[in-house]
């Protein structure tokens, strides 16, 4: 992580966080920001968001490139939590790159601390609650169990579950969550969601059609245009959000990290609209 102390209040970090360590059935994410950070600077695309905001000349936000993590698991947690601590109190935020989904636990402690009444909205195919997968507590398969337990979440919305077992669907109920699941989700639902709110995007949400480098494939998910007019239509601004679960050695041809990159830019947009970006675009 880099540039850190130039950081000013209400500006937008990049922060790359490639640890892969709890993946349970496949590595790869570890490697996914830079793939994403090589899309964006392709050439292929530029650095306007739909609403025409161009990231390439929009002085708020500043990419602090990739965190080192430490070997073993504490000394990973500690640092990630950490380094997001640094960011918030700041008065800045944080847009993370996973990994995979397990990073969402050392930074909702982190958030959680800085901003009680969380919400969360969660897309996934999975619901990510086991209390433990393989043994592992800490598995990707797990973060959101974790986070609920600390306290760090007040409100959680899941949207484009579509792999609820009977253990998930329990822990669901015991710790309150609000699972959308694929089958009843419908475009512009209102999911009543109000700040400070917090974006955690696993791509397998998408289906594996528009998203297959991802170590999960679960057919049945979101377009890619339904989840752009889900970030698009957010009733206030993220106080944060993650993106998680691009796997690089499943994406030979480079289109997931394109579709993690095109939503880097939407969800950047998002965090750093003020209205006149989107009036600007639609006169
Ligand atoms: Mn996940
Ligand atoms: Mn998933």
Same mark, same amino acid.
């Given at each position: 992580m880099?540039? #850190?102390e130039?950081?000013?209040?209400g500006?937008?970090?990049?922060? #790359?966080v490639p640890?892969?360590?709890?993946?349970?059935?496949?590595?790869g994410? $570890?490697?996914?920001?830079?793939?994403?950070?090589? $899309?964006?600077?392709? =050439?292929?695309m530029n650095?306007?968001?739909?609403?025409g905001?161009?990231l390439s000349?929009?002085?708020?936000?500043?990419?602090l +490139?990739?965190?080192t993590?430490? $070997? =073993?698991?504490?000394a990973a947690?500690?640092?990630i939590t950490? $380094?997001?601590?640094?960011?918030?109190?700041?008065g800045a935020?944080?847009?993370?790159? +996973?990994g995979?989904?397990a990073?969402?636990?050392p930074?909702?402690?982190?958030?959680g601390?800085?901003h009680p =009444?969380?919400?969360?909205?969660?897309?996934?195919a999975?619901?990510?609650l086991?209390?433990?997968?393989? +043994?592992d507590?800490?598995?990707?398969?797990c973060?959101?169990a974790?986070a609920l337990?600390?306290?760090?979440?007040?409100?959680?919305?899941q949207?484009?579950?579509?792999?609820?077992?009977?253990?998930?669907?329990?822990?669901?109920?015991?710790? =309150?969550?609000?699972?959308?699941e694929?089958r009843?989700?419908?475009?512009?639902?209102?999911?009543?969601l109000?700040g400070?709110l917090?974006l955690?995007l696993?791509?397998?949400?998408?289906?594996?059609?528009?998203?297959?480098?991802?170590?999960h494939?679960?057919?049945? #998910?979101f377009t890619?245009?339904?989840?752009? #007019?889900?970030?698009?239509?957010?009733?206030?601004p993220?106080?944060g959000a993650d993106?998680?679960e691009?796997n690089?050695v499943?994406?030979?041809?480079?289109?997931t990290a394109?579709l993690a990159?095109?939503?880097?830019k939407?969800?950047?947009?998002?965090?750093?609209?003020?209205g006149?970006?989107a009036r600007?675009?639609?006169p």
């Open positions: 880099r540039d #850190g130039l950081l000013e209040p500006q937008v970090a990049l922060l #790359g640890w892969d360590a709890h993946s349970s059935f496949l590595r994410p $570890a490697l996914a920001p830079r793939q994403i950070r090589a $899309a964006l600077q392709s =050439g292929a650095l306007c968001a739909e609403n905001l161009d000349s929009d002085n708020r936000w500043r990419d +490139g990739d965190l993590i430490p $070997a =073993g698991d504490e947690l500690t640092t950490g $380094a997001i601590a640094s960011v918030l109190e700041r935020r944080v847009f993370a790159l +996973g995979d989904h990073v969402s636990f930074l909702l402690r982190a958030y601390e800085a =009444g969380l919400t969360v909205l969660h897309l996934d999975h619901p990510d086991y209390d433990e997968l393989d +043994g507590r800490l598995s990707h398969a973060p959101f974790r337990e600390e306290g760090h979440i007040a409100r959680l919305v949207v484009g579950i579509r792999t609820l077992n009977l253990h998930q669907r329990e822990q669901a109920r015991r710790f =309150g969550v609000e699972v959308v694929m009843d989700w419908r475009p512009g639902m209102d999911l009543r109000s400070p917090y955690s696993d791509l397998d949400a998408l289906d594996p059609a528009f998203a297959p480098g991802v170590s494939h679960e057919p049945g #998910g890619t245009r339904e989840v752009l #007019g889900i970030i698009q239509s957010l009733p206030v993220l106080s993106l998680v691009l690089p499943r994406d030979p041809s480079g289109i394109a990159a095109k939503l880097v939407e969800i950047m947009a998002q965090m750093l609209d003020d006149a970006a600007a675009a639609r």
